[in-house]
């Protein structure tokens, strides 16, 4: 199953564009980044795949200081992998 990440730096950004892509009608969650993202301790906000284009318009037009990128992430058999879209 593929998804696409917004990792942040920050917990109140991430929190403030959950509820924006919410807001927008764009299906979200918010998850804790997984270590393989090497950015620490921060939230993520996980985008069903179809939803990306939306998220990513809405995301940019933000301006969130804290914004690190997006990735796209499998998972499968227990493994998360990773990979830098931009």
């Known amino acids: 199953m593929t998804d696409i990440l917004a990792v942040f730096r920050s917990r109140a950004q991430a929190a403030d564009c959950n509820s924006r892509l ?7 969650a918010m998850i804790n980044t997984p270590k393989e993202a090497g ?12 939803n ?15 914004f690190y990128g997006f990735y ?9 992998v990773l990979k830098r879209l931009n």
């Open 22 to 28: 919410k807001a927008a009608g764009v299906g979200c």
């Open 39 to 50: 950015v620490g301790c921060g939230l993520s906000i996980k985008i069903p795949q179809q």
């Open 52 to 66: 990306a284009n939306r998220a990513a318009f809405i995301i940019k037009n933000a301006r969130y200081s804290a």
């Open 72 to 80: 796209s992430m499998n998972t499968g058999y227990g493994r998360v």
